[in-house]
């Protein structure tokens, strides 16, 4: 499964954007897509994730409240819509899936078999 992320961009704070995870190489249906980002000098953070088939949702505390994550397996592609951006979701932000997450791995990022290359959000103040 080849992932491509698209839709980061410079933003001011209290903007939306929403970024997209695109797959293609397998059917997407059965696959679990998470989000997650990394700012400079800080580990790697979950956002949102979204099972494959049921679609059961996840989110981490600190976003879930601004983020809804989404998915459409006809295109497939995984959506996350983030709201009231601040300066500290600056972030490159990456998608990953994999068929083997459970959901008390979901969280983690070495649970993932495949990566995208990431796009940068940059919320300015």
């Known amino acids: 499964v080849q992932l491509v992320e698209s839709g980061g961009g410079l933003v001011q704070a209290g903007d939306s954007l929403r970024l997209s995870c695109a797959a293609s190489g397998r059917t997407f249906r059965p696959y679990t897509v998470a989000w997650f980002r990394q700012a400079p000098g800080k580990e790697r953070e979950f956002v949102a994730g979204?099972?494959?088939?049921?679609?059961?949702?996840f989110y981490s505390s600190s976003v879930k409240d601004r983020v809804t994550i989404s998915r459409d397996n006809g295109k497939n592609t995984v959506y996350v819509q983030m709201n009231s951006l601040k300066p500290e979701d600056t972030a490159v932000y990456y998608c990953?899936?994999?068929?083997?997450?459970?959901?008390?791995?979901?969280?983690?990022?070495?649970?993932?078999?495949?990566w995208g290359q990431g796009t940068l959000v940059t919320v300015s103040s």
């Open positions: 979204i099972k494959g088939n049921g679609g059961a949702t």
């Open positions: 990953a899936a994999s068929q083997t997450i459970i959901n008390t791995t979901v969280r983690v990022p070495t649970a993932y078999h495949y």
